[in-house]
């Protein structure tokens, strides 16, 4: 064999042993394209699915529903009565204390009773719910309020409720078709108030009108007690001073002597001989009487004894 043919021999085999390579090289990298489109579909596809997916429906009565429905309400009661009471105390240029509408709207009683669906989920997993709600307020709230509504001619509280369809039980007011709508955000629940309740905007009135009631109150015993602090100051002022006087001793009173008795004007010759008869008298001692003998004749009718003073 020739030195040429042994030379083309080794060429061909360094070529194929290149080749070789190269397609293996290039195989490798087709199968890597390969795994990585496959890979970002199936990303994209459950990106897809995961926002096409809905939320799990939520039960109207699940208590931690009941419980934020309530937190929603007795927040929304809140604000709304902070607004009217504000209204009322510029209207009558007072002012009110800080926390008392916090301190009103926090001692009313809410409840809830017979929550159910009232529509049920939609694409965002929101289920609209419909309950009673009611709220218990106290005596001295409505009363004050309706002395309130009635001073600034207003319709009463009872034609109110019965044009808003709620019924009032003693001091609870209950809305039978109270709505609301229910689901989950994010993983945690979300409860909030579907339109414009009238069960709230009524109890928000009564809790302002008892507050604005209560700070005139206030205002008008605080205005008497300074009225009468300052007629008390102006008395104190223009009364004039007056001096000390000595005081004289009161002369004793004589005791009063008695009255003589009257003189009884008797003949001289009675005065005389009363006169001789009492020196008489007085000279002479008295003696005892010696009772006189009664006689024992029979024949006798009538007896007559004579005595100095008397005849018997």
């Known amino acids: 064999m020739s030195v040429a043919n042994i030379s083309l021999s080794k060429w061909h085999k360094v070529a194929g042993i290149g080749l070789v390579c190269g397609l293996a090289l290039a195989g490798c990298d087709r199968s890597d394209k390969e ?12 990106t897809v699915d995961a926002e096409n997916s809905v939320a799990p429906a939520i039960s109207c009565d699940d208590p931690m529903v009941q419980d934020r429905l309530k937190s929603a309400l007795k927040n929304t009661l809140n604000q709304q009565a902070q607004s009217l009471a504000a209204n009322y105390a ?99 629940v979300r409860t909030r108030i579907a ?73 001289a010759e009675s005065q005389n001989s009363s006169t001789a008869n009492t020196q008489a008298a007085a000279a002479e001692p008295s003696k005892p009487a010696i009772p006189k003998a009664v006689p024992k004749d029979e024949t006798i009718d009538m007896v007559i004894i004579e005595d100095n003073s008397a005849t018997y």
């Open 195 to 267: 339109g414009q309740p009238a069960l709230i905007t009524v109890v928000a009135d009564v809790m302002a009108g008892s507050i604005f009631k209560t700070a005139m109150d206030e205002q008008r015993a605080q205005r008497a007690a300074e009225r009468r602090a300052t007629q008390n100051n102006d008395t104190t002022q223009t009364a004039p001073i007056r001096q000390p006087r000595t005081v004289t001793p009161v002369e004793p009173i004589r005791p009063t002597e008695p009255t003589p008795p009257p003189t009884i004007n008797k003949p």
């Open 35 to 46: 795994d990585t489109t496959e890979q970002a579909e199936l990303t994209e596809q459950e």
């Open 90 to 188: 510029n209207d009558a240029e007072i002012s009110l204390a800080n926390g008392v509408v916090s301190e009103k709207t926090n001692g009313v009683v809410i409840d809830v009773q017979n929550a159910a669906i009232l529509q049920q989920a939609n694409e965002n997993g929101m289920t609209t719910c419909q309950a009673s709600v009611s709220m218990t307020l106290p005596s001295e709230d409505l009363y004050q309020a309706s002395q309130v509504q009635a001073a600034n001619n207003q319709p009463s509280l009872q034609s109110r409720l019965a044009q808003d369809n709620i019924r009032i039980n003693n001091n609870m007011l209950v809305d039978d078709a109270f709505t609301y709508i229910v689901g989950t955000q994010g993983g945690q």
